[in-house]
């Protein structure tokens, strides 16, 4: 078994191109335990530096997906589109774009995460509701969907195990930002749940996984290839992380601007996103219309409240306390706020997503560790962003925590965070290219 290991090793070092069989050979004996942490390591850093070809690549996915169980969702009526974000600070687009598609008809399953490092988990804020529950039994998932129109929760260990396996390696081996082995792993997992079809958000900036845009470009591009090979239309954009989404950062902060979002008092950024998100998302569901069509039919369903009445019911049928929703204030808050002020006027010329991101770990926010507890009250909620001119003293964000000790630290963050110049500046556009089966092109809108 180790000749056997050391071969395939060998044969990808060297640039060679390895069969299904040896690919096979390697997760599987990896998840069963055959194969040492040590050769699977070896082969995972073999495979960053050479790369997969794309029949390898379709290979790695299907062996993963073959792995563990699957969702099936034949069962449920309707249009079922996925949708997923490859991370960022402030995102919590899921929480209104979701609802938005189940009020015009089309139901949205997701599998998410929690958070770690700089990025937000979708998980740790929903458990920012009182009485949520994010692990749900298969048919207790099935059953919320199809009574409310959407879902959101974590991931069992049965659902692609051998990702979960190698993921852990790829964190201590520095293999994580190799383009195959993320694509392998978010396409394997999207194709485990049985949607219809998959929206793809991959984000490019200080704050993104994928810092260059060539990099988002050619990740999308290859996500896009392995759903559609796979016979589900997959679409997907790139969209900017180089400053946070939306004003708020942190779990039931982000809630609340969710909730807000929801009674149509989203910011616009976070508002770009979502529309241009939920467009594609019809697409996939076999709803062709001009954007401009769909962003009025999604503006029509929050200014007529059905778009808040499915997230109601959708957090009463996963065990939240639905009056969050009409009542942001029992959502948790922290003992602390204080606000951070401008020490000279200009116009904010850039946010680092980056450097908030981390001070919100600071505040409680976030985590280091996937062991460690988050406070679910602490974090950000900006009043300027890239674009606004401020004056001296006036206040750029509010600071929420639990923990005084570490405050100066967060300011002194968030001020080298914040740059300010004295010419004007261009708000930056959100949304930056579309992918499809035909390739990556400019967004069109």
Known sequence: MA???????????????????????????????????????AWLMAVYIRGLSDRELADLTAIMLASGDRIPLDGVPGAKIDKHSTGGVGDKVSFVVAPLLAACGVRVPML????????????????????????????????????TGMVICGQTDNVVPADKKLYALRDATATVSSIPLIASSIMSKKLALGADGIVLDVKTGSGAFMR????????????????????????GLIS?????????????????????????????????????????????????????QAQARFQEAIASGRALDVFRRFV?????????????????????????????????????????????????????????????????????NVGDWVKKGQALLTIHSDRPELLPSVRERLLAAIRLRPQPVTRPRMVLHLADADGVRPWPH
């Open 3 to 41: 000749a056997g290991m050391y071969e395939i090793i060998s044969r990808k070092r060297d640039g060679q191109e390895l069969s299904r069989e040896e690919i096979a050979f390697v997760i599987d004996g990896y998840v069963r335990g055959t194969v040492p942490d040590y050769q699977a390591a």
């Open 112 to 147: 998410s995460g929690r958070g770690l490092g700089h990025t937000g988990g979708t998980l740790d804020k929903l458990e920012s509701i009182p009485g949520m529950d994010v692990f749900l039994t298969v048919e207790h998932f099935r059953r919320v969907l199809a009574d």
């Open 212 to 235: 260059e845009e060539a990099d988002a470009i050619r990740l999308c591009r290859t996500m896009v290839a392995i759903g559609t090979q796979t016979g589900r239309p997959t679409l």
């Open 316 to 384: 009463a049928a996963q065990g939240g306390d639905a009056r969050v929703c009409d009542d942001t204030a029992l959502l948790p808050a922290a003992a602390l706020r204080e606000e951070l002020t401008a020490p000279q006027a200009g116009w904010i010329a850039a946010i680092d997503s980056f450097a908030v991101g981390m001070a919100a770990i600071d505040t409680g926010a976030g985590r280091r560790r996937k062991e460690d507890a988050v406070a679910h009250g602490a974090g950000f909620v900006f009043h300027a």
């Open 240 to 292: 900017s992380m180089d400053q946070p989404l939306g004003r708020a950062v942190g779990n039931s902060l982000e809630m609340i601007e969710s909730i807000e979002a929801l009674q149509g008092r989203g910011p616009a950024d976070l508002m770009e996103v979502t529309f241009a998100l939920g467009w594609l998302m019809l697409r996939a569901a076999g709803q062709e219309m001009p954007y401009i």
